[in-house]
């Protein structure tokens, strides 16, 4: 099966994710965080990641003003569309990923995010409590340590929204002046805190390297 991007041909989804991501890297090269206008060369090409794009209707709007890229949470760099009427949305860039999502799995990653977002506090604080440096509690290594939920994360998630399942939001807030991610609306106030409560509960926590808990997880 061919794969068509940017007028051109690729052999697979693979191919066309490494294209995308080597001339987004030249692009945040030369552009650093500037708005891309539509006069601009590199706008066509961005056009064209919105034009795959699964939520196309969404992320165009009333009609794209410009391009830019600035750093998420995870200092990823991460595309921003603003729109004619200037608010802003993200828009992800892998291919593979964009066509392949679907309206649940797009919903189901907002989701996720906002889940993250709202126990963000419950990890700083551990990690506030630990003794510096932090050491990894199975090699004792202190490269790269992250907090790891001993009970996983995707564990305490799903039996709170099987708990829940007739409450689960489907539209979420673009958290533009932090995080960059998806966060729950005002309105799911009760909902967020619903599962905060649930997650202080259920969540413990330990110091991990990078290297162990990706061991941990099943990631290597
Ligand atoms: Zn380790």
């Known amino acids: 099966m061919k794969y068509c991007f940017n007028e051109r041909n690729f052999q697979s989804k693979k191919a066309v994710d490494d294209y995308i991501r080597n001339v987004r890297n030249q692009i945040i090269d030369e552009t650093k965080n500037a708005e891309i206008l539509p006069d601009n060369k590199w706008f066509y090409f961005l056009m064209n990641i919105v034009n795959v794009h699964n939520d196309k209707i969404e992320k165009i709007g009333n009609g794209i003003h410009s391009f830019y890229f600035i750093k998420d949470m995870y200092k ?66 202190e490269k790269n340590c992250e907090i790891d939920h001993i009970k996983p994360f995707h564990l305490i998630k799903s039996e709170f929204l099987s708990i829940n399942k007739n409450e689960i939001p489907v539209e979420f807030y673009d958290d533009v002046e932090n995080s960059c991610k998806r966060i729950f609306k ?35």
């Open 186 to 220: 005002q309105s799911d106030k009760v909902f967020e805190n619903k599962w905060s409560q649930f997650h202080k509960e259920q969540a413990t926590y330990q110091v991990l390297c990078k290297a162990c808990n990706r061991k941990k997880s099943g990631k290597v």
């Open 76 to 141: 990823n760099d991460q595309l921003r569309i603003k729109r004619n009427d200037l608010t802003t949305i993200d828009c992800s860039y892998m291919y593979s990923k964009i066509t392949q999502k679907n309206e649940y799995q797009i919903i189901n990653k907002n989701l996720n995010d906002a889940l993250r977002h709202a126990i963000n506090d419950q990890i700083f604080n551990y990690k506030n409590f630990q003794e510096l440096p932090l050491k990894c509690n199975n090699c004792n290594d």
